[in-house]
């Protein structure tokens, strides 16, 4: 993740600034640290401690302290118009979507006026490139801050508020997100992809993530399907499809096409899915998830049917 790297308009313009910042400062330190050891070789050359002359003296801080009120207000300018740009972006219209902070992980949301249309998902924002996304950003617990560096800046998420912001992938591929503000234990084990597909593959797969859970024939998936039901994991996850509803935890209706567990903590693959359903707190301590006690059997079983929830 290279937060240098701008791969939307957002971040082009922050990335700017940024260096419009960088060079003025490093400019500034150059020119100080020169006249320093101007200074430091005049003094240690000099026979004898000249006589100070007071009206140059007086001349070269009145010319010091102007040049910094004008670095100054041009860098405050600079961040005013650039802040001033992004906020105005705010207003224009964009593909809704909701994303939800909790402790630690992303709920992502996509309306639709026909809730059986509506999508949810976690810990992945899907988005077709070239288009504006608008993010209704929001939180169940305490303050998170929603920060894709490649695609924006840092959105705060706060308790019992909606804030709002809004990015665009200029082109596709895969971009990392954190959670910026500090949100408890695992804060730093926050994260989440931004998957910037064709706008046509996009539509498939947000129509794919309409569709309940595939229903698998296979007899060990069928065994694991009935230990899911069995266990305490319908009470915190939903599947559409089976009677499990839970909110807790992130819906896993296609849990199987994710590329990780526990927000960016593990990878999405079966020894990583088996030791997480064991025991999640040993990779991810504090999280809400308690460790699951099945026979190895069983316990099997119940991977092979998540992973074939696509």
Known sequence: ????????????????????????????????????AYAVIRRRNAAEPAAENRAAKNRNVAIATGLTAAILTSLAFASYTTGHAIA???????????????????????????ARLAVVTANELHIPAGRRIKLDLRSVDVI???????????????????????????KPGVYRGQCAEFCGYQHAH??????????????????????????????????GKQVFLSQACMFCHAIRGIPAFGSTGPDLTHIGSRQSLGALTMRN??????????????????????????????????????????
């Open 1 to 36: 993740m290279n937060i240098l790297s701008p791969a939307g308009p957002v971040a082009q313009w922050i990335v700017q600034l940024w260096w419009v910042l960088f060079a003025v400062a490093a400019a500034v330190y150059v020119l100080t640290v020169g006249a320093l």
């Open 144 to 170: 998170h801050s929603f920060w894709a560096p490649n695609l924006g800046g840092k959105r705060d998420l706060i308790p019992s508020r909606v804030t709002m912001t809004w990015l665009q992938a200029d």
């Open 190 to 223: 926050m994260g989440f992809l931004v998957i910037a597909h064709e706008p046509g593959e996009f539509q498939k797969w947000l129509e794919n993530e309409r569709k309940p859970a595939v229903e698998s024939f296979d007899a060990v998936a069928q065994r």
């Open 269 to 310: 693959d079966r020894a990583s899915l088996i030791n997480w359903i064991r025991d999640s707190q040993h990779y991810k301590p504090g999280t809400r998830m308690p460790p699951i006690r099945v026979p190895d059997n069983d316990l099997n079983a119940l991977a092979t049917y998540l992973e074939s929830l696509k």
């Open 88 to 114: 105005d972006s705010h207003a224009m219209e964009g593909i809704p979507v909701s994303v939800t902070g909790q402790q630690w992980w992303w709920e992502v949301y996509y309306p639709n006026p026909e």
